[in-house]
């Protein structure tokens, strides 16, 4: 029996996505709450000062559970979470790393909650095995290019359609490269 895969690329923009019998089944954006964010000051047409309240996302949680759990109950198998493995780098400020660091540990956490295996991996180390570069846009054409071979293909290549579809692109060859490595496809 193949195990599933759910390939994730976490972070407040980023994406699920669930491979059964080494078939993408489904792509979803990563559920995300809309927060009240920082007050600002800012001026009408008319120069009077309007007091504004910003907006903020954050990793939903619940929405994280719901969309996980609800994959496991279709696929009735066992599934295996893969995520990249994730540390700060030159030149990120601490705010997007510390943002970062947060989802992966948020959804790792969901996967283990669900019972499922868990996958750590370099981005080096998948993006090697499968020719991508650090470059988003070697993402979306591989992506775009495997999807293709998809049942559905069309569908799925439209979901790699836009340069902003980059998160979903990297989920998806994340889960293949995760197919391969627990179920050798």
């Known amino acids: ?17 669930l491979i059964v019998n080494s078939k993408l089944c489904a792509i979803f954006d990563m559920p995300v709450l809309e927060l009240p964010g920082k007050k600002k000051l800012v001026f009408d ?13 954050e990793i939903d949680p619940h929405g994280v559970r719901r969309v996980m759990a609800n994959w496991r109950d279709y696929v009735k198998a066992p599934c295996t979470f893969v995520i990249e493995k994730m540390w700060g780098r030159a030149g990120q400020d601490v705010v997007s790393t510390s943002n970062l660091m947060y989802g992966a540990g948020l959804v790792t956490g969901v996967a283990i909650g669900l019972n499922f295996g868990v996958e750590r991996i370099a981005p080096a180390t998948w993006k090697s095995k499968l020719g991508v570069s650090a470059d988003k846009k070697s993402s ?23 340069k902003m579809d980059n998160n979903r692109a990297e989920s998806y060859l994340i889960a293949k490269f995760g197919d391969k490595l627990v179920n050798g496809g």
């Open 45 to 57: 047409k008319l120069g009077n000062p309007i007091e504004k309240i910003g907006v903020k996302h």
């Open 140 to 162: 979306l054409d591989l992506a775009r290019e495997l999807a293709q071979s998809e049942p559905d293909g069309v569908k799925w290549t439209k979901m790699f359609a836009r």
């Open 1 to 17: 029996m193949s195990i599933a895969v759910i390939g994730v690329d976490p972070g407040v923009s980023g994406a699920l996505c």
